[in-house]
């Protein structure tokens, strides 16, 4: 039997669109980020983001009952649950798999037994207006003691309100929509979650327990409270006059990471299921690598050293060497330390070939939309490698001294071969990588 | 041919204790973790108690205590049970290829800063009901702390622990809810057995017992609320009258090693983890399939990826959290899956007395199963005082049991619909 594992659809929610929309944008440089849209982020150090269209419906296409069930939920989603369960629909309406009529069960054709999913997230950080009620009914002078938390506060809670932010809400409602009873796991490995999800998604399969497994990625990080966050970290862009370059991935005036948003997912299949019943196949997972940093919590490794054992791990399950690599898709989030630990970790696993493997990163266009990197690439690397392209680094304009790799800058080359490795690495945290052969 | 994983070390910080055997003769002599909250003022709070895990000095656990000056109490828990389940394994000192050394944490996020969030929404508050988020920002930039910030991420356990013992093998941080370290444990196991790493640290660390916290699950109705005066009677699995779980947090950490590289350095074995299972309710957010369908393919897929029949298995660590729905759903699957030999094998839910330890609930429960092997006695399920017609398994009320025990299954069911299940068993070579 044939176990090796291809993707059957892809799902992409993103600053610049769909899947084939972000694939052009990065293809053409276009930029998706501007100024902040969905609150007035006016007072943060930073206010620019990369938002998702204001159009997106995360019920484009699924079946009438399907779409009244997101719409009765729709309260119990935030903004990260619904970009997961719309690019999680919109890769399994790509399989071409048979979704089924209304009043019958989704997906009559497969097993929902042996489909599972895999999602990369994060706990989410809670809407400011959900508070804003039980904040005034506790608060005297813009304090707000326990007693009076507990005693005014709580009755005027949403009472679902704690289903909101739970990490593993975006697989809960994929699951109920499509009927998946197979393994159900919610990965929180911050921005390398989305390919964390495909290593265990594909790990799973191999097991023996599924053979339909989605792996996704989903976050915002355009919130209050994130923004908030990163900006006091030091992590975010602050000077940008021209939000359109204002990331600069690899670049030696690298600015920082510019918040974005959205969510990803990839449908796998055992590859003679998938020939059999005639399935589009985008391209095949040929191995995945999974190791972390160890320099503390907000460092990273300088000699990228975790970058460097996951990227290896993946070609080493890949049985690919590093020369025969036709792209290479960085994390890249334009955060000095992140970006050059990166680099130096791919140097080190690339070995000679690092001189020569075209070395690219779409955040230019995107910002940083955290769990969704990796899985977000992929399907931009699925869609350009048809046209033979790496496209270029967008605002990369004079590549970092330090960073000493073959990084495609000005114009998008000629892809060669088939072979594409994606890479993604939380700081001080988990790296992850994944070898795809394309379809081209 | 398939590697074999062992269990070689175990760590945990719970209401009970700070170490295994504390904990573990309080579970038997029928002790209660649960208390009025002491961590905040939560008397105006429809809960009033918990059980929390008593304070602890650091620095007894971590090599610069100042590193964890902003850590939230999750990841306190996992430095403290994380040290002891390495030094348990005989690891602080052994020389083991850290590159072959992963981790695998069902793991909460940190405790959110409540005073500062509501002081923020509070000036900014508009006519209108809602924030306006210019103000909030400034009065939130005066006020918010970077790195209570970036201790809220629920990885942070995980980043630590990788940090304080230099470990490179494959690492994941998952958060599945109350099902989450048991899912975490069983992947581990994969990993070992698909020959990724050689060694796992790996189980579950969480707090909810914050302002927040017990808000949320006090506006679900999911928590018990009674009696205020007698709150380690509050938590009572399968009693007609249970009325929803309490609140625990803490943590278990375990070393998983895969067989002869335990065997080669002399490692104590204290089990062997054989069986995993998992699977989706797909049913809805917060309720249980009411056939317990999903329950039931977990349940089945670890013992048969375990080699057992129903009729090896000598105790069930029930996921038991004394919700009225769980405890009967739960007690219907184990028939489900049993058949007879369902009213033959001890079933008990240790939730009723060390609470609900939510992403850290199921690695202290496959604790006290590795021990009940260890032991030859199983645990009680505290204040089952009155049956309930329709939870008719044998739960070992109130006093423990000695008992032959070489098979346990330890169930744990996540809201949300992930349904994980282990057998562990007595190493026999």
Same mark, same amino acid.
């Given at each position: 039997m044939d176990r090796r594992i291809v993707i059957t659809g892809m799902g992409l929610v993103s600053p610049a669109g769909d899947a084939a929309d972000l694939a052009d944008a990065v293809r053409a440089g276009r930029s998706a980020v501007a100024p902040i849209r969905q609150f007035d982020a006016s007072a943060f150090p930073s206010s620019i983001g990369g938002e998702i269209p204001d159009d997106f419906d995360p019920s484009n296409g699924v079946r009438k009952e399907q779409r009244r069930y997101i719409k009765k939920?729709?309260?119990?989603?935030?903004?990260?649950?619904?970009?997961?369960?719309?690019?999680?629909?919109?890769?399994?309406?790509?399989?071409?798999?048979?979704?089924?009529?209304?009043?019958?069960?989704? $997906?009559?054709?497969?097993?929902?037994?042996?489909?599972?999913?895999?999602?990369?997230?994060?706990?989410?950080?809670?809407?400011?207006?959900?508070?804003?009620?039980?904040?005034?009914?506790?608060?005297a002078d813009a304090e707000v003691n326990l007693n009076d938390w507990g005693a005014k506060g709580i009755p005027q809670m949403f009472p679902l309100w704690l289903l909101k932010h739970l990490p593993n809400m975006h697989a809960c409602h994929?699951?109920?929509?499509?009927?998946?009873?197979?393994?159900?796991?919610?990965?929180?490995?911050?921005?390398?979650?989305?390919?964390?999800? $495909?290593?265990?998604?594909?790990?799973?399969?191999?097991?023996?327990?599924?053979?339909?497994? $989605?792996?996704?990625?989903?976050?915002?990080?355009?919130?209050?409270?994130?923004?908030?966050?990163?900006?006091?970290?030091?992590?975010?862009?602050?000077?940008?006059?021209?939000?359109?370059?204002?990331?600069?991935?690899?670049?030696?005036?690298?600015?920082?990471?510019?918040?974005?948003?959205?969510?990803?997912?990839?449908?796998?299949?055992?590859?003679?299921a998938a020939e059999a019943r005639g399935a589009r196949i985008w391209g095949e997972v040929l191995g995945t690598g999974v190791s972390t940093m160890t320099g503390g919590i907000n460092a990273c490794d300088a000699d990228g050293r975790g970058v460097a054992l996951a990227v290896r791990r993946a070609l080493d399950a890949a049985g690919v060497e590093p020369a025969d690599l036709g792209a290479v898709y960085a994390h890249g989030p334009a955060l000095e330390q992140q970006d050059r630990g990166e680099a130096a970790g791919l140097a080190a696993a690339l070995g000679d070939a690092a001189r020569s493997v075209p070395v690219t990163a779409t955040k230019g266009v995107t910002g940083h939309m955290g769990a969704v990197s990796g899985l977000a690439d992929l399907a931009v690397a699925c869609h350009l490698a048809r046209d033979g392209l790496v496209p270029p680094i967008l605002n990369c304009h004079t590549p970092d001294p330090e960073v000493r790799l073959n990084l495609v800058t000005g114009e998008a080359r000629e892809m060669k071969g088939d072979l594409v490795l994606v890479t993604t690495n939380a700081i001080g945290g988990q790296t992850a990588a994944a070898v795809v052969r394309v379809n081209r | 041919m398939t590697r074999r994983v062992v269990i070689t070390g175990i760590g945990t910080a719970n209401p009970l204790g700070m170490t295994v055997e504390e904990s573990w003769q309080g579970l038997l002599a029928g002790k209660?973790?649960?208390?009025?909250?002491?961590?905040?003022?939560?008397?105006?709070?429809?809960?009033?108690?918990?059980?929390?895990?008593?304070?602890?000095?650091?620095?007894?656990?971590?090599?610069?205590?100042?590193?964890?000056?902003?850590?939230?109490?999750?990841?306190?828990?996992?430095?403290?049970?994380?040290?002891?389940? +390495?030094?348990?394994?005989?690891?602080?000192?052994?020389?083991?290829?850290?590159?072959?050394?992963?981790?695998?944490?069902?793991?909460?996020?940190?405790?959110?800063?409540?005073?500062?969030?509501?002081?923020?929404?509070?000036?900014?508050?508009?006519?209108?009901?809602?924030?306006?988020?210019?103000?909030?920002?400034?009065?939130?930039?005066?006020?918010?702390?970077?790195?209570?910030?970036?201790?809220?991420?629920?990885? +942070?356990?995980?980043n630590h622990l990788a940090h304080e013992y230099g470990l490179r093998g494959p690492a994941y941080s998952c958060l599945t809810a109350c099902a989450a370290s048991t899912q975490a444990l069983g992947e581990a196991l994969d990993l070992i057995r698909t020959g990724r790493a050689d060694l796992m640290l790996s189980g579950g660390t969480h707090s909810m017992i914050h302002p927040l916290g017990v808000t949320g699950f006090n506006l679900l109705t999911a928590i018990s609320t009674e009696p205020k005066d007698e709150p380690w009677r509050a938590s009572r699995p399968f009693d007609r009258d249970r009325g929803g779980f309490v609140l625990g947090e803490g943590s278990t950490i375990m070393i998983l090693e895969e067989l002869e590289h335990a065997q080669a350095r002399g490692a104590r074995l204290w089990a062997e983890l054989v069986g995993?299972?998992?699977?989706?309710?797909?049913?809805?957010?917060?309720?249980?399939?009411?056939?317990?369908?999903?329950?039931?393919?977990? +349940?089945?897929?670890?013992?048969?990826?375990?080699?057992?029949?129903?009729a090896d298995v000598d105790y069930i660590s029930a996921h038991g959290t004394g919700t009225q729905e769980n405890d009967r759903v739960e007690t219907l699957t184990i028939k489900l899956v049993f058949g007879d030999e369902a009213y033959k094998t001890p079933v008990s839910s240790v939730k009723s007395a060390l609470g609900h330890l939510i992403a850290a609930a199921g690695a202290t429960e496959l604790m006290t199963c590795v021990l009940a092997i260890r032991d030859q006695v199983l645990p009680p399920t505290l204040n089952l005082d009155t049956p309930d017609p329709e939870c008719d398994l044998d739960y070992i009320p109130h006093t423990a049991r000695q008992a032959e025990v070489e098979v346990c299954l330890s169930n744990s069911f996540g809201f949300g619909g992930q349904n994980d299940c282990l057998v562990v068993r007595r190493f026999v070579p």
């Open positions: 939920n729709t309260k119990v989603m935030s903004r990260d649950i619904l970009m997961g369960l719309g690019a999680a629909n919109r890769a399994i309406l790509d399989t071409g798999l048979p979704i089924g009529d209304d009043g019958q069960p989704p $997906l009559p054709t497969i097993d929902h037994a042996r489909f599972g999913m895999v999602f990369g997230t994060s706990f989410i950080p809670t809407t400011l207006d959900d508070l804003a009620g039980p904040v005034r009914a506790a608060q994929t699951g109920v929509l499509w009927d998946a009873q197979g393994p159900s796991n919610s990965l929180t490995c911050s921005d390398a979650g989305g390919l964390v999800a $495909l290593d265990e998604a594909v790990r799973i399969m191999a097991r023996g327990i599924a053979n339909l497994m $989605l792996a996704g990625g989903a976050e915002s990080r355009v919130s209050p409270l994130l923004l908030m966050r990163y900006a006091l970290l030091h992590r975010l862009v602050t000077a940008a006059e021209d939000p359109a370059s204002a990331s600069r991935p690899f670049d030696r005036d690298r600015l920082g990471w510019v918040v974005a948003e959205g969510a990803a997912a990839v449908m796998l299949e055992f590859r003679d | 209660s973790g649960i208390r009025p909250i002491f961590i905040f003022d939560a008397s105006t709070f429809p809960t009033t108690f918990a059980a929390q895990v008593a304070d602890f000095d650091l620095a007894d656990y971590v090599r610069n205590p100042d590193e964890f000056t902003r850590a939230g109490r999750n990841v306190r828990f996992a430095m403290a049970a994380g040290r002891r389940a +390495m030094e348990d394994a005989g690891l602080l000192e052994a020389q083991v290829d850290t590159d072959r050394f992963g981790i695998y944490l069902g793991s909460g996020e940190g405790v959110l800063d409540f005073q500062t969030l509501v002081h923020s929404i509070a000036v900014g508050l508009n006519d209108s009901g809602s924030v306006d988020t210019v103000r909030f920002a400034q009065a939130g930039l005066q006020r918010y702390d970077a790195f209570s910030e970036l201790e809220q991420e629920p990885n +942070m356990p995980a995993f299972g998992t699977s989706a309710d797909a049913y809805r957010m917060t309720d249980i399939h009411p056939e317990g369908r999903g329950p039931a393919a977990a +349940m089945q897929m670890a013992l048969d990826d375990a080699g057992v029949r129903p």
